[in-house]
């Protein structure tokens, strides 16, 4: 093999806060007893680190990986193996192939490359559709390393394993490709007092080099990367809502320099979205105080002006999740539809918004029952279901202003009996 917004938050609000504790326990191994180690031995620490008495930084030494054969493929690989002109789903969990779904709903199933028996989690896509990376989990369940898979080469590469004692736990490609982030975690230990550092690595070369740790960030909870837009700062968030302090922080890779660049009121409802663009971030709230009407608020932080817009919401209606569209400038909101006083049961809508505008809903649908993912798509939007007791989905509304016009695609090439279907990547607009 050769080497990211939880699409950031896929899940919507309560899903989020829910299955995050389990995803972390469903996609790694069981946290065992151990030393608190992020060391790697035979090179110097960085010099730009300070380092608590009880915890070495990593070693820095580039450490030679082997390549990952691809599994036998029904079908040559083309120039790119996926069609950056198609929507990329995969498995919220681990598996060993993602698909590739058309307009036309037309699926094809596009093998990892994986040595025989390994499956991979957490896969991301670089923006410019070229580059997927990913978590490569072993026949064992031993956790292998992170891959980063240039998709007009067979092969990925395998760039970084985990320490002793620790774990790879989350990452995301820079805008272009280059480079991949990546958290490392100490094992057997609680989130609250758990070593961590962050990682980058060429996806050319594949040497891991520390940028910023928890004696850099002193008072910052475990860390994930969720954005890293090229030639800019790798942006992180709690790697768990409710871990410490909440915000989200930002590092300059060639430095090593990190600072809290959004402080949250409350705690973050889910992985921040940035905007295309990257001038904005939104984000979901809970409230801190719970004798407030509304727990929730969704919030659209200006990074160039330094100002905070709350979004608000009609009376009876909660918004679950944000995606910004393309123009950077609307957001995409899934908006929960509360029962009224005649008993009739809640429904879920959506509604497109600019931010300090007023806005309204669709009319809410009984088909997004088991809504796990979605995107905007153009003036409509894809969105992937998990409904109770059926398989796995996957919906395009072209056009969300008219009725009658939703397609919905089988994703049988994916289902299984853990994970969830998400979204990797959407079409280029």
Excluded: K
């Excluded at 695609?409 to 994916?414: T, V, Y």
């Amino acid at each position: 093999m050769n080497p990211t917004p939880c699409m950031p938050a896929r899940t919507p609000f309560v899903l989020a806060l829910a299955g995050l504790a389990c995803a972390l326990c469903a996609c790694r191994p069981v946290l065992t007893a151990g030393e608190p180690t992020l060391r790697r031995p035979g090179a110097p620490p960085a010099s730009a680190l300070t380092v608590t008495p009880d915890r070495a930084p990593p070693d820095l030494a580039p450490t030679a990986e082997p390549a990952l054969t691809p599994l036998p493929s029904a079908t040559a690989t083309p120039a790119l193996a996926l069609n950056s002109q198609r929507i990329w789903v995969g498995v919220d969990g681990r598996a060993d192939v993602v698909v590739e779904v058309g307009l036309d709903g037309a699926v094809r199933p596009v093998a990892l490359p994986l040595e025989v028996g390994q499956t991979a989690s957490n896969v991301t896509a670089a923006a410019d559709g070229h580059t997927l990376a990913y978590l490569v989990w072993g026949a064992d369940g031993r956790q292998l390393g992170a891959a980063v898979w240039p998709l007009d080469e067979a092969e990925a590469n395998l760039l970084a394993r985990p320490g002793d004692g620790t774990r790879i736990a989350a990452l995301a490609l820079a805008s272009d490709g280059s480079a991949v982030a990546y958290t490392e975690l100490e094992d057997g230990a609680p989130l609250d007092g758990a070593g961590w550092a962050i990682f980058t690595a060429a996806a050319s070369e594949g040497t891991a080099v520390q940028i910023v740790s928890r004696a850099v960030l002193p008072g910052a909870p475990p860390l994930a990367p969720f954005a890293w837009p090229a030639g800019g700062p790798v942006l992180l968030s709690p790697l768990v809502p409710g871990a410490g302090a909440q915000g989200v922080y930002a590092v300059d890779p060639a430095t090593g320099s990190g600072r809290l660049l959004l402080p949250v009121e409350g705690e973050l409802g889910g992985t921040p979205v940035l905007a295309p663009g990257g001038r904005r971030l939104a984000y979901l709230a809970l409230r801190a105080d719970p004798s407030e009407e509304r727990r929730t608020v969704l919030r659209v932080h200006d990074l160039r002006l330094g100002e905070t817009l709350d979004v608000e919401s009609p009376p009876g209606h909660t918004i679950y999740g944000a995606r910004w569209l393309p123009d950077g400038e609307h957001l995409l909101l899934d908006v929960v539809v509360e029962a009224g006083a005649d008993g009739e049961p809640a429904g879920q809508a959506w509604a497109v918004v600019r931010p300090g505008e007023p806005w309204e809903t669709s009319p809410p649908g009984p088909e997004r029952q088991g809504l796990f993912d979605y995107a905007p798509l153009g003036e409509g939007v894809l969105y992937t279901t998990l409904p109770s007791g059926s398989g796995w989905t996957l919906t395009i509304v072209p056009e969300l202003a008219r009725d009658g016009t939703a397609q919905t695609i089988a994703l049988d090439e994916l289902a299984q009996a853990s994970g969830a279907p998400f979204i990797i990547r959407m079409p280029t607009q």
